[in-house]
């Protein structure tokens, strides 16, 4: 089945320690989002991929960086965690184009935990 | 920038009942998806709406876009365990360009 894949479920990283978050697809679609999602709270999106054209959104911090080597996969880079940035990070992809309807597909996320 | 109201922000109810959540804006959306989010799970999107006054029904829930565009319900109907869950909705403008997620509303279903 065509579907978003986020590894790995569970992430354990330490203050100030690099760690990388993936997400593939194989719905071919367009557009890989980027969220936050903190306990209770909608998701919050970080950026977005549109093809190979990256979006950031004004109030995430320069800690967050993303790639798109290709169309199926998308990284998320924290450079420098610190204990707010402990959350589920959701990674979400859409089909945009003329007749869509912008839905999103959601993978299952990664729990991030900063110690 | 546009904002999605939802409420009841929390609801508990017994297996069986009927319940109705709401999703409100004073923006006008081009479309509105509805998604249920179970806990350590990501959402899972239940339905789109995109035209005014239009009526989904998927099994016990029914769906319905306000004529202007600016509002949602979802109702359910005999709700069971199984529908607990965080849903959201979320709109997007004419481009897509500003796709906004509401706050939830956080169901639990007790049996």
């Known amino acids: 089945d065509a579907m978003v894949i986020q590894n790995p479920r569970y992430q354990v990283t330490q203050f100030g320690k690099p760690v990388t978050l993936s997400c593939s697809q194989t719905?071919?679609?367009?557009?890989m989002y980027w969220y936050q999602q903190k306990s209770s709270q909608a998701p919050k999106l970080l950026f977005h991929?549109?093809?190979?054209?990256?979006?950031n959104e004004a109030d995430t911090p320069d800690n967050f960086q993303s790639r798109r080597p290709n169309t199926s996969f998308c990284f998320l880079d924290i450079r420098s965690p610190g204990l707010g940035d402990a959350a589920m990070y959701l990674c979400?992809?859409?089909?945009?184009?003329?007749?869509?309807?912008?839905?999103?597909?959601f993978g299952p996320g990664t729990r991030l935990t900063v110690t | 920038t546009q904002l999605l109201e939802q409420s009841p922000q929390f609801l508990s109810i017994q297996e069986g009942e009927n319940l109705t959540v709401y999703c409100n804006s004073s923006?006008?959306?081009?479309?509105l998806q509805w998604y249920r989010q179970e806990p350590g799970e990501g959402p899972v999107l239940l339905v789109t709406?995109?035209?005014?006054?239009e009526v989904k029904k998927l099994k016990r829930l029914t769906f319905q876009f306000g004529d202007a565009r600016k509002d949602s319900s979802l109702h359910i109907t005999a709700a069971q365990p199984g529908d607990t869950g965080l849903y959201l909705c979320?709109?997007?403008?004419?481009?897509?360009?500003?796709?906004?997620f509401g706050p939830g509303t956080r169901l639990s279903v007790l049996p």
């Open positions: 979400a992809t859409s089909r945009e184009g003329l007749s869509s309807s912008y839905e999103q597909y």
């Open positions: 719905l071919n679609h367009n557009v």
């Open positions: 991929y549109y093809d190979k054209d990256f979006n």
């Open positions: 923006s006008v959306f081009s479309s």
């Open positions: 709406v995109v035209t005014g006054g």
């Open positions: 979320a709109g997007s403008d004419n481009y897509g360009q500003n796709f906004v």
